[in-house]
């Protein structure tokens, strides 16, 4: 199994494996990285699928692998029309949140994203919005069940 041992949506993931029968010596690998002896990966980042795979040194030659999404969202997008980071969303909650509600500094409502939005892209009724910081708070469901987090994220310009 494999447990994201860190707080939701922290800038420092952090994931633990933990392997049972065979001989108890293992091998464990992140994606396509280098296998390593240890079970536990540090400071993952980004909103895709973590493949980690274990192995058994001293005995059966089946790998064994597990998928695990890192929860994580942009701290910062670039609304300037050159196709990146032009609409801020969280990514690896796709399909997996309820709403995701966006305030200007001061608390003013600004918008509400649901699953099937692209994104926020950084205007308010049409206007564009300068460059600030700009709070959030997402309702998300984590093995069935709703959970909330609020942070903020920075508009450049």
Do not use: M
């Not at 059966?60 to 969202?73: D, G, L, P, R, W």
């Not at 690896?92 to 305030?103: A, G, P, V, W």
């Not at 918008?111 to 700009?134: A, R």
């Amino acid at each position: 199994t494999a447990v994201n041992t860190a707080e939701p949506f922290s800038k420092h993931q952090k994931v633990e494996v933990q392997a049972k029968g065979g001989s108890g010596t293992y091998e464990y690998k992140l994606n396509k990285s280098k296998w390593q002896s240890s079970n536990i990966f540090n400071d993952l980042t980004g909103c895709q699928d973590q493949l980690i795979s274990v192995r058994d040194l001293k005995g059966c030659q089946n790998t064994k692998s597990a998928e695990i999404v890192i929860q994580y969202y942009p701290r910062y997008f670039t609304p300037n029309g050159d196709g990146y980071n032009d609409y801020w969303d969280i990514n690896c909650l796709k399909h997996n949140y309820e709403s995701i509600t966006i305030f200007d500094r001061f608390g003013k409502f600004l918008t509400k994203l649901d699953s099937d939005s692209i994104g926020w892209d950084g205007t308010h009724h049409g206007v564009p919005l300068p460059s600030s910081d700009y709070w959030f708070i997402v309702t998300y469901f984590e093995n069935g069940i709703e959970k909330q987090f609020k942070s903020h994220f920075t508009l450049k310009r």
